[in-house]
């Protein structure tokens, strides 16, 4: 079969075959299609409305089929070039990741959002909550160091008592709710302190 009898037309139903055998396709059924006695036209459809619908869906069909094929042969073919380029999947993540975050940051909304968030940053509400928010840490970092430091005192206190029955039943509870203990200018600043946070 010479090629310049060969038709490439995609919408042909001849494509690749030579004339001399376009004939012989009449005998070749087409997939789907059914025999007019099994399959009666649908309502408002002569038979050869029918058949000729038939005959473009089986085109339409190859076609699909054929751009499929193309399609794989176009992939593997980048996927080819992409590795001897050494462009690994990992690398094109982080160049669209990079391109996208820049995108971002010109963007309209961002650049709107950041202003809003500058301006926050410097209205007098902020400050005043920020530094109060900083006292606050402050005092309480203050108030658990000076309870820490009575604990320890208090354990320092019952390490040097001498070990006897008595002792047993001495414990670190009953020395905390001890009336001497809530009394003490070291509990009442905690608790004042801890009022404050409220």
Known sequence: MDPASQDINLNSPNKGLGADRS????DVPVEGAVGN????????????????LRTELTKVEEEINTLRQVLCAKERHAAELKRKLGLSPLNELRQNLT???????????????????DDITHSEAYK???????????????????MSTA?????????????????????????ISMPAMRNSPTFKSFEDRMGNLK
Not at 23 to 26: A, E, G, Y
Not at 99 to 117: C, H, I, P
Not at 128 to 146: M, R
């Open 99 to 117: 391109k996208s975050w820049q995108d971002v940051q010109t963007s309209n909304a961002y650049r709107s959002a950041s202003a809003t968030l």
């Open 23 to 26: 004939d012989s396709l009449s």
């Open 128 to 146: 005043k909550t920020q530094e109060t928010l900083s006292q606050a840490g402050q005092k309480t970092t203050a108030a658990l160091s000076t």
């Open 151 to 175: 604990i320890s005192r208090k354990l320092g206190d019952m390490r040097a008592l001498p070990f006897s029955n008595s002792f047993s039943n001495y414990s670190i509870r009953h020395s």
């Open 37 to 52: 006695s099994a399959n009666p036209p649908p309502p408002g459809l002569t038979e050869e409305e029918a058949e000729e």
